[in-house]
């Protein structure tokens, strides 16, 4: 393997001659082995914005001679790639591990010196040749680290956030849509897993997308969060080394590069220490895989048996469930649903404690943050995204055994209480508990009813809504069959 040499403050050292990288890439290799791979795909990209933007802002400063300033734009537009098409090229010369000490500075200096050598190639030079443009002195002009990693965190994380956001709608519509399609269907209600009052299978699907829908709104908001910057503050956030007219221009240049709406924070230093933001972007992925968890949960307990259960949904059949019994065939849709809500609870405890971590004037973790970040954005969006298509959009409900619970069970009881009265109406349930009879026969064989007005009592629209069950057909009756009932 042909190598060249290049150097740092510690010293000298062969680096691949083919690499893109140099010899600051070379020592973060070796020096963090930890095995959580490279940084995001999309913060690469992310990286490379920053640096276009950076580097077209210092030619119209003056700063920055146009025909270098012309090869490092190019260069980044390479490792950017074409908006929603080509993810870039050079990818593969970012190996530094996800998870590093430094801030970010390893991969800012990794980007640096992709840059850098790219546009010395560009420019007819050969690979390691900084006298024609310098990762630091040229690439890194006007800049810190401790601006252009956070920055770049935050476009990259924007980028991620937008398709979970499209991902909920479509959890959302299909909820809603199993809602109209199941909306005739009374089944047992349960609370405390115990028996409780009838709901149709459209309300709960109701519920459920209730719940997807605040989780909807908050991720679309909290994007407005991501948009303040420090790109330009450099080190700490005070702006030494950048000139005023290129502090004020950055941010904007940086806007037209992504297409989202950045904005130079009013307090550069505040964000350049404190990450509270990607705490608060991340409690609310929380607050959605709690919902997707739950939703998981009742679809996978609705769904138990499918004769030792519940068995009132039927899920669909992916793939069989046993290497020892056969028809076995399991939830396996809401389970790695559930997987990936309880990663995403995870790893909101690892940004709460590295965000936290922060001393004074910077966060030395924020790469701990970026890595549990945007796994925790792509574990939801790829969730909502299969849970629709492999679960929801082929889901059916037995009706039939949703019926045959409903009737053995003691809830009908209670919407018989404004009639009879609760000790009564207890006495009943106890009856079809112990004898196993329907509380609707109980009510015949002692009179209280008859058939037609249990029928007005039991309708799935009287059970399921605000009132008393049936009280309009009894006041309507007045006399015949409304005799029969006690107190009516």
């Known amino acids: 393997m042909t190598t060249r040499l290049e150097h740092d403050l510690l010293g000298e050292r062969q680096v691949p001659a083919e690499a893109y990288w140099g010899i600051h890439t070379l020592r973060a290799i070796e020096n963090f082995p930890l095995g959580r791979g490279p940084i995001h795909p999309q913060l690469i990209r992310a990286l490379a914005e920053v640096k276009k933007a950076c580097a077209l802002t210092n030619v119209k400063c003056g700063l920055l001679e146009a025909r270098i300033g012309e090869a490092i734009v190019a260069a980044c537009d390479e490792i950017i790639g074409s908006p929603g098409g080509d993810s870039g090229k050079l990818h593969d010369q970012f190996p530094v591990d996800a998870l590093q000490g430094g801030a970010g500075t390893s991969s800012n200096m990794n980007a640096n010196e992709v840059i850098a050598n790219r546009a010395i190639e560009l420019v007819g030079g050969v690979k390691g040749d900084y006298s024609i ?88 908001k909290v994007e407005e969060r991501l948009r303040q910057v420090n790109l330009g503050g450099t080190a700490v956030g005070t702006g030494l080394n950048a000139q005023r007219r290129y502090v004020f221009m950055v941010v904007e240049t940086l806007r037209d590069i992504t297409g989202f709406g950045m904005a130079r924070a009013e307090n550069m230093i505040d964000v350049t220490q404190n990450c509270d933001v990607f705490v608060e972007v991340s409690g609310l992925l929380k607050a959605a895989a709690v919902n997707f968890a739950k939703l998981a949960a009742d679809l996978r307990f609705l769904s138990s048996g499918p004769r030792g259960g519940i068995g009132e949904l039927k899920l669909p059949e992916r793939q069989a469930g046993s290497s020892i019994m056969p028809g076995k065939v399991n939830p396996v849709i809401t389970e790695a649903l559930t997987q990936c809500a309880y990663q995403v609870m995870a790893n909101d405890l690892a940004i709460t404690l590295a965000a936290q971590a922060g001393q004074l004037e910077l966060n030395a973790f924020i790469p701990l943050i970026a890595h549990n970040l945007f796994e925790a954005l792509e574990l939801l969006h790829h969730g909502a995204h299969t849970t629709v298509d492999l679960c929801l959009a082929d889901i059916r409900v037995d009706e039939a055994r949703c019926a045959q619970l409903l009737e053995l069970s003691t809830a009908l009881a209670t919407a018989v209480v404004p009639y009879v009265g609760y000790e009564i109406a207890g006495e009943i349930a106890r009856e079809s508990l112990h004898m196993g009879t329907p509380v609707r026969q109980i009510l015949l064989a002692r009179g209280l009813f008859t058939a037609a007005e249990l029928d007005a009592i039991f309708a799935p629209v009287e059970m399921t809504t605000p009132g008393i069950a049936g009280e309009r057909r009894m006041r309507d009756w007045k006399a015949g069959p409304g005799a029969s009932v006690q107190g009516a």
Do not use: C
């Not at 990693?149 to 979970?164: E, G, K, N, S, Y």
């Not at 009374?186 to 605040?214: N, S």
């Open 133 to 220: 443009v310098h990762p630091n002195d040229h690439v890194n002009m006007s800049q810190s680290t401790n601006d252009v990693f956070p920055t770049a965190v935050r476009v990259a994380a924007i980028r991620l956030l937008l398709p979970l956001v499209e991902a909920m709608t479509k959890l959302q519509a299909a909820l809603q849509a199993r809602e109209a399609e199941f909306a005739h269907i009374l089944k047992l209600g349960r609370t405390e897993t115990q028996d409780a009052l009838p709901v149709t299978v459209g309300q709960a699907f109701a519920a459920w997308a209730q719940a997807i829908q605040r989780d909807w709104w908050r991720l679309y």
